[in-house]
């Protein structure tokens, strides 16, 4: 069993949710250098303004140019949510 913290938060109108695997953050370069969760909330807020589907293009792309085609030894996987007003 893996230890977990339940929690609650209430979200309003133009709150974005990132959820993500440690595969995206930990993409590794030529180096072994990991992208990391700094450049991941870099790209995140840089990309703020841009719908989810095109966000989550954005953030994939800049981790995929980090690691160069260096192998992976992880997924990637990324959900983006954002609340937005009832018409």
């Given at each position: 069993?893996?230890?977990?913290?339940?929690?609650?938060?209430?979200?309003?109108?133009?709150?974005?949710?990132?959820?993500?695997?440690?595969?995206?953050?930990?993409?590794?370069?030529?180096?072994?250098?990991?992208?990391?969760?700094?450049?991941?909330?870099?790209?995140?807020?840089?990309?703020?303004?841009?719908?989810?589907?095109?966000?989550?293009?954005?953030?994939?792309?800049?981790?995929?140019?980090?690691?160069?085609?260096?192998k992976?030894?992880?997924?990637?996987?990324?959900?983006?949510?954002?609340?937005e007003?009832?018409?």
């Open positions: 069993m893996w230890p977990y913290e339940q929690g609650e938060t209430q979200l309003h109108v133009g709150d974005t949710v990132l959820a993500f695997t440690d595969g995206l953050t930990e993409t590794m370069n030529a180096a072994n250098e990991e992208w990391g969760e700094e450049r991941l909330i870099k790209s995140f807020r840089e990309s703020s303004s841009l719908h989810s589907g095109r966000m989550m293009d954005k953030i994939i792309s800049e981790a995929d140019h980090f690691a160069a085609g260096a992976q030894h992880d997924d990637m996987t990324v959900v983006i949510l954002r609340v007003e009832q018409p």
